[in-house]
């Protein structure tokens, strides 16, 4: 898992509460246990004109030029601005890999639906809860100034903007830990691969007839 410690990002804001997990990736595109190839598939029925199926050549397809992500202005973004509740429906994890794999390293939300909080932070995208008053100036400034970007400091737990104002977040010490060591859950146990080949070794030793 890619470590984070600090981002400044381009903010893209997708101004909506109670948006799914089958909204940030379709149930068609769950065919593979790979993290990575969901990106072009993520928001797809808000993103294309078609409906989209594994296997086709999403270049070609048409693209909803109404859909806020599609504008040339959010190209590149890093940062998802969104609303209340992201996140909610089913615990599928391909919807934090559709994000990362789309490019979003950080989302901001008034809130996150619990299961896709948790995913979040073991595929290390961080999901930051902010009150609803600095969500609310967050997409006014995004409107109104197009390259706008964001600074998000793990460490200090931190959210900047440019113009100086900075807000606090919260976060578990352990996640936070997990996020800035790039440790996801196998990450964490080859920690002690040395003590796991150690008993491995003893284990064989001791009873050679369970590997015979």
Request: net charge neutral; with cysteine.
């Amino acid at each position: 898992m890619q470590k984070f410690i600090t981002l400044n990002g381009l903010v893209a804001p997708l101004d909506r509460n109670n948006v799914d997990t089958d909204a940030i990736i379709p149930k068609q595109f769950l065919k593979s246990i790979k993290r990575s190839g969901f990106g072009p598939n993520a928001f797809d029925e808000w993103r294309y004109m078609d409906r989209g199926e594994p296997g086709m050549d999403n270049s070609q397809r048409p693209l909803n030029p109404n859909f806020v992500l599609n504008q040339p202005r959010y190209q590149g973004a890093s940062v998802l601005l969104t609303r209340a509740n992201f996140g909610c429906g089913s615990s599928r994890e391909h919807a934090p890999w559709a994000l990362l794999d789309y490019g979003f390293r950080a989302l901001i939300a008034e809130s996150f639906a619990d299961i896709f909080f948790n995913n979040c932070f073991k595929n290390g995208v961080v999901p930051i809860v902010l009150p609803k008053a600095e969500v609310d100036a967050l997409f006014g400034l995004v409107e109104h100034s197009p390259g706008y970007t964001i600074e998000i400091d793990l460490p200090t737990q931190l959210v900047k903007r440019p113009d100086g104002h900075a807000v606090h977040f919260d976060i578990d010490p352990f996640r936070k830990e997990c996020l800035i060591n790039g440790w996801d859950d196998i990450g964490l146990t080859l920690r002690h691969a040395d003590k796991i080949k150690a008993f491995e070794e003893r284990r064989r030793a001791e009873h050679p007839y369970y590997f015979a």
